[in-house]
């Protein structure tokens, strides 16, 4: 695959002020997700909401690309169009989670690794033949007393370092996921440093593995105070210490990063990242890939019932232009209000 083609398609997912839907939640997460709103997690269900994801009138206009799952990517609209095609015809670039999940590592207590390199060539075989043009791949790194361990970091960059460079031989953009959760009581500056160490030794192993970084995007958290700190940083501080990590650790040639919300509230996870471009121009595009922090709010409309399809639509559309404005610095508190009310 020729390299050209890789950039293109990175570059176009970055493109516009636009970012991507991460709707690639597994069986097992959606459940957790239609518990909350008592929905019962049926196929017919699961494909139904992601129908009502993909129609939202004028997603084109702020949403590049969609990561699916891999029943999502075999399934179609009501109509029978294929969603990866229905997506691609509206200008919508289909990708798909290829990990099969963060396992627990031996001889590390409490830290996983993402499993799912094996027979992965001829899994992303399938996907391209499906429509894919872009795959993503979760490594999860948790912040504790004595981890992560560097064994934990030094086994997960491996893994996404093989997956980046299987993906790319079968001519699909790697987005290269490496998370450190916001989870515990642990302080910004300790985030800093986890980010800092955990992106240096995946851009190591890259580099090792022969990977054209101008065919990949990075998927990275923000440098977060932990979830349980007294303390939590604001927009401005976020901004400062995730540019300045970046700087330090993520080569100019990747074309953009897309952050993922982890855990965020939808709003923070805009001014965050509105915060974030407002600080002038840097050496990657700097966009979103959110699942949570543009599903909730449709999730919670929707609640499972036909009559508020529509509702659902709108909350999601108004999430994907608030994180567009994000994108290109004119977020604000004000313009949350100025919405319609979905
Ligand atoms: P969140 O934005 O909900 O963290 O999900 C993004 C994602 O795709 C995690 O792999």
Known sequence: MALQELRATALELVSGNKGILAADESTGTIKKRFDGIGVDSTEENRRGYRELLFTAEGIEESISGVILYDETIRQSA??????????????????????????????????????????????????????????????????????????????????LARYAA???????????????????AHSIERCYEVTRTTLRAVYSEL?????????????????????????????????????????????????????????????????????????????WRLSFSYGRALQAPSLQAWRGDEANIRAGQEALLHRARMNSAAVAGRWSRELEQLAPAA
Not at 168 to 174: D, M, S
Not at 220 to 236: F, I, K
């Open 166 to 184: 299987l993906c790319q031989e079968a001519g699909l953009v790697p987005i290269v996921e490496p998370e450190v959760l916001m989870d515990g």
């Open 207 to 283: 580099f090792l593995q022969r990977i054209e970084l101008e065919g990949t995007l990075l998927k990275p958290n923000m440098v977060l105070s932990g979830t349980d700190n007294a303390n939590q940083a604001g927009p401005e501080e976020v901004a400062e210490r995730t540019l300045r990590c970046f700087h330090e650790v993520v080569p100019a040639a990747v074309p953009g990063i897309v952050f993922l919300s982890g855990g965020q509230s939808d709003e923070t996870a805009s001014a965050n990242l509105n915060a974030i471009n407002a600080a002038g121009s840097q050496p």
């Open 78 to 159: 009501a109509d029978g169009t294929p969603f990866p095609r229905m997506l691609a015809e509206k200008g919508v670039i289909p990708g798909i989670k290829v990990d099969l999940g963060a396992k627990p590592l031996a001889f590390a207590t409490e830290e996983t690794v993402t499993e799912g390199l094996d027979g992965l060539r001829e899994r992303l075989e399938e996907y391209v033949g499906l429509g894919a043009r872009f795959a993503k791949w979760r490594a999860v790194i948790t912040i504790g007393e004595d981890i992560p361990s560097d064994l934990c970091i030094a086994a997960n960059a491996h893994a």
